[in-house]
């Protein structure tokens, strides 16, 4: 296949940045259809893209020969529905996260993907951001010498556009609070460069009692590899957090993304002005995301975020908010 034809599945506040990511991609890809349940949403996008048709239903979407691939960006809760139906009818299938609400879902969306021979790709921008990529390149080279923690943080405010869409309160739709929703990109992070995860503990409150679920989450983790691990996920914060949030500490140094210094710092006692700059531009993570899913689907390059990732990322989520519930250590 050399040029893929995709059509967009619910049409809310994030598939304008796949139509954003997808206008940087017209010489290899194209959105050529819409679909939402509310048809309102599917004309705005599609009136958006230029010359996209809106689809009346999700089964005239997988019919449709001229599509050969899904983005799925509906509510979590009906994320397994379409993933299944979408492989079954052949198609291609980028999924936003959570990949679902349950491991079961996960593993009959993976089982189905897999047995129709096409390509699941796990929506996660930060699984593929260049800062993510050049820190394990700098922790594989030593440059931090033993890895002894990581330190994630996701504080902001979530108001305005998203407050208005309701599902995303109540816990029985999302799977959960803020972490299932929010801090699951960082969980992703502490995986991605901390490793696999042994064990958890995780504490949660909320503080903005029209939410159905929590709206803070602290978890800790045990590292299969020895080092520990903190991510406090919040969206009762009044504003972004205005300074790095994910710190890499080893013994011989420390890895900052974000921050005043650039997209990915390194800090030594031995380096000039003790600091090394690694990468100066946090880049573009959503077009990054999609032209790694064009590579894979396209040119056949190894899929970076297969559903596993996804899978183990929620793995992690559901066993903080064990944790949570029963106030104490949940081994994974
Ligand atoms: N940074 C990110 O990667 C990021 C940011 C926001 C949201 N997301 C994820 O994207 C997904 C969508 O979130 P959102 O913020 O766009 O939500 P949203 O509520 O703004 O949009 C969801 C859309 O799905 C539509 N919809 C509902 N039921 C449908 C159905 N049965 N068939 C087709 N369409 C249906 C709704 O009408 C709505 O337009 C979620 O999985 C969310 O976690 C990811």
Not at 58 to 77: F, M, S
Not at 215 to 229: C, E, P, W
Request: hydrophobic residues 40%; glycine residues 10%.
């Amino acid at each position: 296949m050399k040029f893929l034809r995709v059509a967009l599945v619910g049409c809310g506040l994030i598939s304008q940045q796949h139509i954003r990511a997808y206008q940087q991609q017209e010489h290899r890809a194209r959105i050529t259809c819409c679909f939402d349940i509310d048809p309102a949403k599917a004309a705005q996008r599609a009136g958006m893209i230029g010359d996209a048709r809106v689809a009346a239903s999700l089964d005239e979407v997988l019919r449709d020969p001229e599509v050969d691939a899904v983005e799925i960006c509906t509510p979590h809760h009906l994320h397994a529905e379409a993933v299944i139906a979408a492989a079954r009818a052949g198609k291609h299938i980028l999924c936003q996260k959570p990949l679902a609400n349950t491991l079961e879902e996960c593993d009959a969306m993976i089982a189905a993907a897999h047995e129709a021979g096409v390509v699941l790709y796990y929506s996660e921008m930060n699984h593929t951001t260049p800062a993510a990529q050049e820190a394990k390149r700098a922790i594989e080279a030593g440059r931090i010498g033993r890895m002894s923690g990581v330190q994630a943080t996701y504080s902001h405010w979530q108001g305005g556009e998203i407050l208005s869409t309701a599902w995303r309160y109540d816990p029985a739709l999302a799977g959960g609070g803020h972490l299932m929703d929010g801090g699951i990109h960082y969980i992703d992070l502490l995986l991605n460069i901390g490793g696999p995860i042994e064990a958890v503990t995780c504490f949660t409150t909320r503080f903005r009692p029209e939410l159905g679920g929590e709206d803070t989450a602290v978890v800790n983790a045990r590292f299969t590899a020895g080092h520990l691990g903190t991510l406090f996920s919040s969206h009762a914060a009044g504003i972004w957090l205005p300074q790095s949030n994910f710190v890499v500490f080893g013994t011989e140094g420390v890895l900052t993304l974000g921050g005043p210094h650039g997209a990915l710092t390194l800090h030594r006692k031995d380096l000039p002005e003790r600091r090394e700059v690694l990468l100066q531009e946090r880049g573009d993570s959503f077009a990054t995301m999609i032209g790694r899913y064009l590579d894979t689907v396209l040119d056949g390059a190894p899929n970076p975020s297969p559903g596993e990732v996804g899978r183990e990322n929620l793995r992690v989520v559901l066993a903080a908010y064990e944790a949570a519930r029963l106030g104490r250590e949940v081994r994974l």
